[in-house]
């Protein structure tokens, strides 16, 4: 049958811009998809593109100007002792807020998943992601005044008369600091509190995924708590926490904010980058550190996708 004896025609412009719509819904779908096509392809895509051609170009080191050939010098850079400290530095910082918080959250999804109702779930959720809600700064300058010498945290170990254990923990060369407010574990307590609803989000939502009749039928099988986790939750749960620590990863892996204000002035990646299209002006070596983490996590979602973590997204 014909699509106009369906759709007759109407008067007006804003009728026959309905009529157009429905008589060509593959070209309305094209116009409605063409404005954030077009900011991806050109804002987006096309700053990567720009930001890759940056790196393989080589900077004068007595003009300080820009060289635009091809080079690959400026990634052999990245191999120098300092800068590949920087990188080894930020990845491991990464990597270890990633399994720190996947621990902690790992108990408290799982108490939201199986046993908060109702209300409590509704608290749950508010709890979570409350913290969410407030300025990103203002969190950050607020843990600088708790972990700092005269903060609230050095009062309580006072207190509790164990201020030699804390200064025994800063005097650890792997601390890097002599206070919390600028050392490691500040800045690794710091990025686990402000990355960890990022991780307990999705591994709640996986857990709830979970049967409750399949660890039941694990336990009239005769299996132990932990043989139950180990060999049904954990593998269910898994696509969850691969998922929540696509965040916390590779927030870690690019945050500048944090280690400035905690860090313990060793630099990392997002501050090195800072530093050198900054003060000194090496746009090259700033664009090669900055493809640093956007090839590590292409490789680590790739790895995600294989092993189903978009599911739990």
């Known amino acids: 049958m014909n699509s106009a004896a369906i759709f007759p025609a109407r008067s007006g412009l804003v009728a026959r ?55 690959l010098g400026t990634y052999a850079e990245l191999l120098r002792p300092a800068n590949f400290d920087i990188i080894l530095r930020t990845i491991l910082m990464a990597a270890l807020v ?9 108990p408290i999804a799982y108490y939201a998943a ?48 164990l201020s030699w254990l804390l200064d025994g923990i800063l005097s650890l060369p792997v601390i890097g600091g002599n206070s919390l407010s600028v050392s490691y574990l500040g800045t690794f307590i710091v990025f686990i509190y402000i990355w960890l609803p990022y991780m307990i989000i999705p591994v709640q939502a996986a857990l709830e995924r979970v049967p409750g009749a399949m660890l039941e039928a694990a336990s009239d099988l005769g299996a132990t708590p932990r043989q139950s986790f180990r060999m049904v939750l954990f593998p269910l749960a898994l696509p969850g926490i691969i998922a929540g620590s696509i965040f916390t990863f590779s927030l870690t892996l690019g945050d500048y904010i944090i280690p400035q204000i905690i860090g313990s002035g060793r630099l990392f990646i997002g501050q090195a980058v800072y530093v050198q299209q900054g003060t000194a002006g090496n746009i090259p070596l700033a664009a090669a550190f900055t493809v640093v983490p956007i090839v590590i996590m ?5 790895g995600a996708r294989k092993m189903g973590a978009f599911d739990a997204l």
Not at 24 to 53: C, K, R
Not at 59 to 66: A, T
Not at 133 to 161: C, D, N, P, Q, R
């Open 17 to 71: 811009a309905v009529d157009w719509m429905i008589r060509h819904p593959a070209m309305f779908t094209f116009l409605m998809v063409l404005p954030i096509s077009l900011w991806l392809g050109i804002v987006y895509i096309g700053s990567l593109i720009a930001l890759l051609m940056q790196s393989f170009f080589s900077i004068d080191e007595f003009s300080g100007v820009i060289v635009k050939e091809f080079t």
């Open 98 to 106: 990633t399994l720190a918080s996947a621990v902690i959250a790992f």
């Open 114 to 161: 199986r046993y908060a109702k109702g209300k409590w779930k509704a608290l749950f959720y508010i709890g979570i992601m409350l913290p969410l809600w407030s300025s990103y700064l203002v969190k950050v300058y607020a843990w600088k005044l708790v972990l700092a010498k005269e903060g609230i945290l050095t009062w309580i170990f006072e207190k509790l008369h």
């Open 298 to 302: 292409g490789v680590y979602l790739w």
